[in-house]
């Protein structure tokens, strides 16, 4: 059973000592941060290996990407996405809309991964 815990790797791809503590530790799923993210194809590498440490194919795997400040994913891999403030101050219904369409495509981006 896995334990209530979450954890995240040092770079790009996984050490020896994160794959051993990974395994020992089973926990629920993973953290990316922007330094584990190059691109498209390194970063579904990545995931597979931290799921492989794990047995989990499902394992989740967590990263922040809200759009302004808060973006792991960054160009020119990936879109660059309007700070959440910046889509509230349209008028309504367009912030609605705007930020419906911004989930969706945020969606897709990591979908893709």
Known sequence: MPRAIVLGCAGERLTADERRLFAAADPAGFLLFRRNCKDPDQVRALVAEMRDCV?????????DQEGGRVQRLQPPHWRKYPAPARIAAL??????EAARLGARLIADDLAAL
């Open 91 to 96: 008028p309504d219904p367009d912030a609605e």
């Open 55 to 63: 047995g989990r194919a499902d394992a989740p795997v967590l990263i």
